[in-house]
């Protein structure tokens, strides 16, 4: 299935080739899943996996470096929500999706970095699927 974007100029020498080896691909992808699942420490430091996780790690730890984290994550994301008074209906023709939190620790400092990300599978727009999909390499593939 390609979801007719092997019709666009920009895909169709692309296309044939990856449509031959998804296989090896999708098994990639999982085993890459997996890793992520299983990986508890970047750096010797210690990653939460839920927001409760990291306000665990914070008061383990005697300090807020996760929490801060979080705050300043939705500090600046914030400006792109419209968040809805008690009692408010949502838009007409709206979609809920869920969100969820993704953290990690910087190589340069250790910071500790949080990020918010949307399912952005769960949306139904007029536009191409390709066109909202953004994929990021990791270091590990580079």
């Not at 020498?13 to 699942?37: C, H, N």
């Not at 500090?75 to 968040?83: G, K, S, Y």
């Amino acid at each position: 299935m390609t979801h007719d974007i092997d019709t666009e100029p920009a895909f169709d020498y692309w296309v044939p080739r990856t449509l031959k080896t998804r296989g090896s691909m999708i098994s990639l992808v999982k085993k890459r899943q997996t890793r992520y699942l299983k990986k508890t420490h970047k750096f010797g430091v210690e990653v939460p996996k839920t927001v409760e996780g990291a306000a665990e790690l914070d008061t383990r730890n005697g300090d807020t470096k996760w929490t801060d984290a979080i705050l300043k994550e939705m500090t600046n994301v914030r400006v792109a929500l419209d968040i809805l008074k008690d009692g408010d209906c949502a838009h007409i023709g709206h979609t809920q999706i869920k969100c969820h939190l993704i953290f990690d620790v910087k190589i340069e400092d250790f910071r500790r970095k949080a990020r918010l990300v949307a399912g952005g599978h769960m949306i139904m727009i007029d536009t191409p699927k390709y066109m909202n999909y953004s994929s990021v390499v990791g270091r590990e593939r580079i």
